[in-house]
């Protein structure tokens, strides 16, 4: 079964610090791709990334950066200097690539508050 | 471009009730995929779209139905609401090739009273 877990339901920061939100995943395919997704409270799910099972390079955009080891099955996602407006939920999720359809597997969630 | 979007905003509903959200994807996109979000469950998949034809269902009652118009616009419709119904529904429309990333729109809020 495929699953994804962010065990850190809430994280409470102050403007500048750095913030890593945590992502692990389950799946027994050995091609497929994970995402991060941020959901500001106009709700509306943002793509941030996609990176698929095959490169393990890590990912730099400006202040974010992505962490993925598939040998402990993580996708961790890094922002640096955390800003008021990064404050949002972020969703690590786990696309399933079956024959001819598409689906994606959220985790719960990550509540970020960064306070000026 | 244009992005995702649903419509209604927002909609509230009596128990017995049905109800029909609709989503308009982007240019382009054949593929829309319809998602339930509560707090309690968190996002599940609802069902999958891609020209016309259901490819894929998620876990929920046959309440919950779907179709797509030859223009990729799509439709959810809920018969029967119950007060879990309640849940921001959110559309995601993509090219529908496997890997590609889903945009989503802003989602309908639905309350059933």
């Known amino acids: 079964a495929q699953k994804v877990t962010q065990a850190q339901t809430e994280i409470s920061v102050v403007e500048k610090e750095d913030v890593t939100l945590d992502c692990v995943y389950e799946?027994?395919?050995?091609?497929?791709?994970l995402f991060w997704y941020k959901q500001p409270p106009s709700g509306e799910l943002v793509f941030l990334i996609r990176r698929n099972s095959f490169d393990e390079q890590n990912e730099i955009s400006g202040r974010y950066s992505w962490n993925f080891q598939k040998s402990t099955s993580s996708f961790n996602f890094t922002i640096t200097a955390s800003q008021v407006v990064d404050s949002a939920v972020y969703f690590c999720a786990l696309l399933i690539v079956n024959t001819g359809f598409q689906k994606l597997v959220f985790g719960t969630g990550t509540r970020l508050l960064v306070s000026p | 471009k244009a992005g995702v979007t649903q419509t209604p905003r927002y909609l509230i509903k009596t128990r017995g009730q049905q109800v029909t959200l609709s989503c308009s994807p982007i240019s382009g996109h054949r593929s829309v995929s319809w998602y339930q979000q509560t707090p309690g469950q968190g996002l599940q998949f609802l069902f999958e779209y891609f020209s016309e034809t259901q490819r894929n269902k998620g876990n929920f009652p046959g309440r919950f139905s779907g179709r797509q118009f030859s223009n990729s616009r799509s439709e959810m419709n809920v018969s029967t609401l119950e007060l879990g119904d309640s849940a921001l529904y959110l559309c995601?429309?993509?090219?529908?090739?496997?890997?590609?990333?889903?945009?989503f729109g802003p989602g309908t809020r639905l309350t059933v009273t």
């Open positions: 995601a429309s993509s090219l529908g090739f496997r890997e590609d990333e889903q945009y």
């Open positions: 799946t027994r395919d050995t091609t497929y791709y």
